[in-house]
């Protein structure tokens, strides 16, 4: 008897996840998001009938950023659920992130999506880190340029709609309220001085 409630309890189970894995499939041909509703988990569908081929496209990632104005020398477009509503519950959005010659993209997470990339122009030094600690990079690059002299773009293909975007410093340094300093430099092997003066550096600008 134990034995069949057991194969019994599984089966349930099993049944249980394949049917919340199938809930999370688009019932419908389309949710073209409407903005101006209350975001729960995502935004809800517009009125089918008030659908229009706008809510599908973007000009956005068209043409570069200026980067001019921009402490890294890195400008990101975001193509996500926010700027083309069609793109609610489908999984998906592209971002366009333009780098002047010698620019940065801070170090940074996406909470919500994994990315891959695709280069348009220059060269660029890409690479992430692992749990274990191990930096796994590449110079990539179109053409044979020099990425300290030229300019480069690429676009960023994400497996979500809005996939977030957290960089490291900010979110440590610049936190609100703020991390407490002899945490961070515990954590740093730093002292509080240099934390301070570090966040300093992420404080916004009076």
Same mark, same amino acid.
């Given at each position: !008897?134990?034995?069949?409630? *057991?194969?019994?309890?599984?089966?349930?189970?099993?049944? %249980?996840?394949?049917?919340?894995?199938?809930? *999370?499939? !688009?019932?419908?041909?389309?949710?073209?998001?409407?903005?101006?509703?209350?975001?729960?988990?995502?935004?809800?569908?517009?009125?089918?009938?008030?659908?229009?081929?706008?809510?599908?496209?973007y000009m956005g990632l068209a043409n570069a950023a200026d980067?001019?104005? @921009?402490?890294?020398?890195? %400008?990101?477009?975001?193509?996500?659920?926010?700027?083309?509503?069609?793109? /609610? !519950?489908?999984?998906? #959005?592209?971002?366009?992130?333009?780098?002047?010659?010698?620019?940065?993209?801070?170090?940074?997470?996406?909470?919500?999506?994994?990315?891959?990339?695709?280069?348009?122009?220059?060269? +660029?030094?890409?690479?992430?880190? *692992? @749990? #274990?600690?191990?930096l796994i990079s590449k110079h990539v690059n179109k053409g044979?340029? /020099?990425?300290?002299? @030229?300019? %480069?773009?690429?676009?960023?293909?994400?497996?979500?709609?809005?996939?977030? @975007?957290?960089?490291?410093?900010?979110?440590?340094?610049?936190?609100?309220?703020?991390?407490?300093?002899?945490?961070?430099?515990? %954590?740093?092997? +730093?002292?509080?001085?240099?934390?301070? /003066?570090?966040?300093?550096?992420?404080?916004?600008?009076?």
């Open positions: !008897m134990a034995i069949s409630m *057991t194969h019994l309890f599984v089966t349930i189970m099993l049944l %249980a996840a394949h049917t919340a894995l199938a809930e *999370t499939n !688009m019932l419908q041909d389309l949710c073209v998001a409407d903005l101006k509703g209350s975001k729960v988990n995502g935004y809800p569908c517009k009125d089918p009938s008030q659908v229009t081929p706008e809510d599908f496209y980067t001019s104005n @921009t402490s890294m020398g890195s %400008a990101v477009t975001a193509g996500n659920v926010e700027k083309i509503p069609g793109l /609610n !519950m489908m999984g998906t #959005s592209m971002s366009r992130i333009d780098y002047a010659p010698g620019g940065l993209n801070p170090p940074h997470l996406h909470p919500r999506a994994s990315e891959a990339i695709f280069v348009l122009e220059g060269s +660029l030094f890409v690479g992430f880190l *692992t @749990t #274990s600690g191990k044979d340029q /020099n990425p300290n002299k @030229t300019p %480069a773009s690429v676009i960023a293909a994400f497996d979500s709609q809005n996939p977030g @975007t957290q960089s490291v410093g900010p979110s440590l340094f610049g936190a609100n309220p703020p991390i407490p300093d002899d945490l961070l430099a515990k %954590a740093f092997s +730093l002292g509080t001085n240099d934390i301070q /003066n570090i966040k300093g550096k992420f404080q916004p600008k009076k």
